[in-house]
Every structure is written in C-alpha cells, then in structure tokens.
C-alpha cells in the first residue's frame, strides 16, 4: 500500500506533479519554543472514536475521532477548525507503551489510512504491539478543513512542476501561470485558511492530538514531507515528543525552493539504477549499456518536444520517469513506458481523478512556510544553472512557481531546526531518493547535531521504514521504537 501511496504523491504531485514573520514564534533562532501553542490545550480523554467513515477506504478497519484545534494559535480561543484523527489499536495492549503518530508525505496527502496501511505493508508486530498508531488528516487536507484554489482539470494536468524550460522566455511565459494559480488561490472560498496552513500549525495540531489521548508524550514516524512536519513538531516541542523517527529526509527548510530545485538532483542521482536495469533488459530496445539507456532519454524527450503523441508529451515523460524511479518495484513501468513511447504505442489509460485539494493544499503549506524568491531573474538563473547541472529536471524544478506570487499573509518565521533538545531523533535514509535527495538529509542531519542519528541505506527508491529490503535498517529504526536504543553513531546499511 506504501508504494501505492507513493505513486499517488508521485503521480498526483508530480504528474498531475512545497515573509517576514509579524508575529515570531522563536525567542532565539536556535531557542527552539512551542510559542502561541503553549497555551491550555484539550483535556484528557476527549476524543470519542468510532469506525471510519464507509468513504475513509482503508485496508484494515480503524477507529477514527475529530478534534477541535484553533485555527490561529496565536488566539487559542477564537475560530475552531475540525481535525479528523484515526487509530489502529495496539495488538497487545499489556505491552503497549504509548502512541506513535505518524505522517505519510505530502504536504496535501491524507493520512488517516496510513496505520493501517503501514501495517499491512509490514510495520513490525513488536511495534504494533507497543502502540497505538494515529493517522491524521493534516489541516487543510481530506476531512480536516480541506482548501481548494480552484483548480481545473487542465491545471490539475500540468500538475505541481513548473513547465520544463528551455530558454529565459519559457520562464517568463511560466510566470504568468504561476500568478494565475496563486491568485485563483487568493480568491478561494477557503483564503481565510491561507495564513494558518503550515507545517508549524500541523506540528501543533499534533501535540494537541496527544494531549487529548491523554498521554505526555507521543512517539512520531513520517517519511518524505512527514519528516520535515516531524522535525518541526520535535522542534517546537521537545519536551512531549518521545521517539522521533523522520524517514526520506527533506532539507533543514523543508519544501522550499532549494528544496524543488533537489528533485532535479534526486532524479539524476537515482536514474543509474533505472539505466542499469534497462540495458541488462535488452528486450525492451533502450540500450545495452546505461550510457546508452541515458541517450535514449533525451532522444525520446527530442521526440516528444517535435511530435507530443496525445498521450505523452516531453514534459510528462519527464515527470512520469522520475515519479515511477520512487520505488523499485515500478523500474519496470518506466522501461514500458519508454519503449511505448519509442514505438509510437500509447500508454496505458490511467483515471485522472480530481487533484484539486491535494494540489491547491500543498501550495498553502509550501506557500505558507518559507518566502521564495519573487523576481522572474531569479529563475531565470537558476533555471539556466540546473538545466546543465540536471538535464532530465532541472529546468523545471528551478522553475518559477504559484509560491512567487503568493498573497503576504505570513503570520511568523518558521521553525529553526538546531541541536537544542533531547537526543530523541532517527533519521533513514536511501543514497538514491529521487524526491528527497541524499544532499538534503544531510544538511538536516547536521542541523540537528547531537539530536540524531542517521541511518543510510546503499539502496534507491523513496521510503524506507517499513518497505525496506534491508534488515540492518529496517532492525535499527524497529529496535529504537521498541526499545528507545539507538545506534550509537551513524550508520550505512547494505540494500538487503
């Protein structure tokens, strides 16, 4: 189930795709502070579960519950939103030590299958055993007060990537639809959502949800965007996050511009795998050696740029070879798709399904959370640098976006990721992560100093805990949610 929620992130975010603070929140840029979220939060033993809604479609049943959160911590007592919570029960409640809450990616992903979905993909017994696990909704996702921007069919088509642009003029041209989608955003019915759908509001969110479990601290588990929510939520309360274990690990500054521009680089790190595994297929006509299988690429994107097929187009299959690179298991589909592409077959049909809250929610957050550039010459140079760089991305990911145009409605600066707490965070990680880049963990693993430890796995692919073939990883993160031990430094583990 994790793989195929990685392909709807891939897919939805790729193929269809992250101000000055008037009220600060840290006193110190390395004094981590819960600020206005340290205000009486619910009381114990609030929340009242029953079973999911028969449209909350999960693998197995869960209970699910809501839960009243403010909706501007900063006024604890005004305008309320619902938040909507689930939970898969511990398996031996005697053994049970607490609640792991958990995050699957995103931001604009719903989470409240993700228990159980961690669980039939293989989420230890012991660590099943040993909590609760909770899902939520993230503010402003599925039932808990979803946004919208309005989007249309055609917009949810080009997805969340910028158009691939090859000249200065392309980013001219691609801001103009980047300030058509933000101002869409701005006039939405759920604008007013705009300046409190963050990553630090979800983080306080999710300490109000332990609090109303009645426990004083939480246990955390997020991958992908889940691990930037994670940093932050054990940043801005360390004292009630227990054991914090953030998976495909995001950059210090989480979906940022630097951040955007790293999926290029992802991509060019993971695709010798992809190069590897088509030329020693020879049946599928890319090539057979990996030098070859990479000239294919830019011959079919030549291709498609001359003559789009009505299926696929040079910016599709761009996108498309780097969201179905997230897992090993879809490296296939990718040799298919090319060798579709090469032989003018169409691709498969795949139902488009309606984006638009998970597209326009992940604006809010990543519009929300960091200032990025607005001047078109910023892209414009970074364009030009990531183009040569990463040629199969980088004049996309470099490219402007919804973000350079988005309304000043920042309300505080955010969290700053430092060494000030407990020694209370894992970090796992694969070498070759297309959508969260080795280079990126790496910056966050220093910021957290003393804080974590980090585990790499010589593997490919985007997620690790609990999809991982390799035992010395998957046994690290499993003894630290069950026992608290650590490894005592960092550690690089084998593909299996």
Same mark, same amino acid.
């Given at each position: 189930?994790? #793989? $195929?929620?990685?392909?709807?992130?891939?897919?939805?975010? /790729?193929?269809?795709? $992250?101000?000055?603070?008037?009220?600060?929140?840290?006193?110190?840029?390395?004094?981590?502070?819960?600020?206005?979220? *340290?205000?009486?939060?619910?009381?114990?033993?609030?929340?009242?579960?029953?079973?999911?809604?028969?449209?909350?479609?999960?693998?197995?049943?869960?209970?699910? =519950?809501?839960?009243?959160?403010?909706?501007?911590?900063?006024?604890?007592?005004?305008?309320?939103?619902?938040?909507?919570?689930?939970?898969?029960?511990?398996?031996?409640?005697?053994?049970?030590?607490?609640?792991?809450?958990?995050?699957?990616?995103? @931001?604009?992903?719903?989470?409240?299958?993700?228990?159980?979905?961690?669980?039939?993909?293989?989420?230890?017994?012991?660590?099943?055993?040993?909590?609760?696990?909770? +899902?939520?909704?993230?503010?402003?996702?599925?039932?808990?007060?979803?946004?919208?921007?309005?989007?249309?069919?055609?917009?949810?088509?080009?997805?969340?990537?910028?158009?691939?642009?090859?000249?200065?003029?392309?980013?001219?041209?691609?801001?103009?639809?980047? !300030?058509?989608?933000?101002?869409?955003?701005?006039?939405?019915?759920?604008?007013?959502?705009?300046?409190?759908?963050?990553?630090?509001?979800?983080?306080?969110?999710?300490?109000?949800? !332990?609090?109303?479990?009645?426990?004083?601290?939480?246990? &955390?588990?997020?991958? =992908?965007?889940?691990?930037?929510?994670?940093?932050?939520?054990?940043?801005?309360?360390?004292?009630?996050?227990?054991?914090?274990?953030?998976?495909?690990?995001?950059?210090?500054?989480?979906?940022?511009?630097?951040?955007?521009?790293?999926?290029?680089?992802?991509?060019?790190?993971?695709?010798?795998?992809? /190069?590897?595994?088509?030329? *020693?297929?020879?049946? &599928?006509?890319?090539?057979?050696? @990996?030098?070859?299988?990479?000239?294919?690429?830019?011959?079919?994107?030549?291709?498609?740029?001359?003559?789009?097929?009505?299926?696929?187009?040079?910016?599709?299959?761009?996108?498309? $070879?780097?969201?179905?690179? &997230?897992?090993?298991?879809?490296?296939?589909?990718?040799?298919?798709?090319?060798?579709?592409?090469?032989?003018?077959?169409? %691709?498969?049909?795949?139902?488009?399904?309606?984006?638009?809250?998970?597209?326009?929610? !992940?604006? &809010?957050?990543?519009? +929300?959370?960091?200032?990025?550039?607005?001047?078109?010459? #910023?892209? %414009?140079?970074?364009? /030009?640098?990531?183009?040569?760089?990463?040629?199969?991305?980088?004049?996309?990911?470099?490219?402007?976006?919804?973000?350079?145009?988005?309304?000043?409605?920042?309300?505080?600066?955010?969290?700053?990721?430092?060494?000030?707490?407990?020694?209370?965070?894992?970090?796992? %990680?694969?070498?070759?992560?297309?959508?969260?880049?080795?280079?990126?963990?790496?910056?966050?693993?220093?910021?957290?100093?003393?804080?974590?430890?980090?585990?790499?796995?010589?593997?490919?692919?985007?997620?690790?805990?609990?999809?991982?073939?390799?035992?010395?990883?998957?046994?690290?993160?499993?003894?630290?949610?069950?026992?608290?031990?650590?490894?005592?430094?960092?550690?690089?583990?084998?593909?299996?």
């Amino acid at each position: 189930m994790r #793989r $195929t929620r990685t392909l709807v992130l891939a897919g939805a975010l /790729a193929a269809v795709m $992250t101000v000055p603070a008037a009220v600060p929140v840290a006193a110190a840029p390395d004094v981590p502070t819960a600020g206005p979220s *340290a205000v009486a939060g619910p009381a114990p033993g609030t929340l009242r579960w029953a079973p999911c809604p028969a449209d909350v479609v999960t693998p197995l049943p869960l209970e699910c =519950s809501t839960l009243d959160v403010p909706l501007d911590y900063g006024r604890p007592d005004g305008r309320q939103v619902e938040i909507a919570i689930s939970r898969l029960a511990s398996t031996e409640p005697a053994q049970r030590r607490g609640v792991l809450l958990t995050n699957p990616g995103g @931001p604009g992903i719903a989470g409240l299958a993700y228990p159980a979905e961690l669980a039939v993909a293989g989420l230890p017994q012991d660590v099943l055993g040993s909590y609760d696990v909770i +899902g939520m909704d993230p503010r402003g996702v599925g039932r808990s007060a979803p946004v919208t921007c309005d989007s249309t069919p055609e917009q949810q088509a080009l997805g969340s990537f910028p158009r691939y642009a090859g000249t200065i003029f392309d980013v001219t041209r691609e801001a103009e639809y980047a !300030r058509t989608v933000a101002d869409q955003c701005a006039a939405s019915s759920t604008a007013w959502m705009m300046p409190h759908t963050t990553t630090a509001n979800t983080a306080r969110d999710l300490d109000r949800v !332990r609090a109303a479990l009645g426990e004083e601290k939480a246990s &955390y588990l997020g991958a =992908s965007y889940g691990s930037y929510l994670g940093a932050v939520y054990t940043t801005l309360f360390p004292d009630t996050t227990d054991r914090v274990v953030i998976d495909s690990v995001l950059g210090p500054d989480g979906y940022d511009v630097q951040q955007m521009r790293r999926f290029a680089r992802g991509l060019q790190d993971r695709f010798p795998d992809f /190069a590897e595994y088509a030329a *020693a297929h020879p049946e &599928y006509g890319l090539g057979t050696t @990996p030098e070859q299988v990479e000239a294919k690429f830019y011959e079919l994107v030549e291709k498609l740029e001359a003559n789009p097929q009505p299926d696929m187009d040079a910016m599709k299959f761009r996108v498309d $070879t780097f969201g179905y690179l &997230y897992s090993d298991a879809t490296i296939p589909v990718v040799a298919k798709m090319w060798r579709l592409v090469d032989t003018g077959q169409p %691709q498969p049909v795949i139902p488009a399904g309606d984006h638009d809250n998970l597209l326009s929610a !992940r604006l &809010y957050v990543i519009c +929300g959370d960091q200032r990025w550039p607005e001047t078109i010459w #910023r892209y %414009q140079l970074d364009v /030009a640098i990531d183009r040569a760089r990463y040629p199969m991305l980088g004049g996309s990911t470099a490219n402007i976006g919804p973000c350079a145009f988005w309304p000043d409605v920042r309300t505080e600066q955010p969290a700053t990721i430092s060494d000030r707490g407990p020694s209370n965070v894992l970090m796992v %990680q694969n070498e070759r992560d297309p959508g969260a880049a080795l280079a990126g963990a790496e910056e966050t693993r220093q910021a957290f100093g003393r804080r974590a430890t980090m585990v790499t796995v010589d593997g490919g692919g985007h997620g690790v805990y609990p999809w991982t073939a390799s035992t010395c990883a998957k046994d690290a993160v499993t003894a630290y949610l069950t026992t608290g031990e650590r490894p005592a430094r960092d550690l690089v583990c084998a593909s299996a």
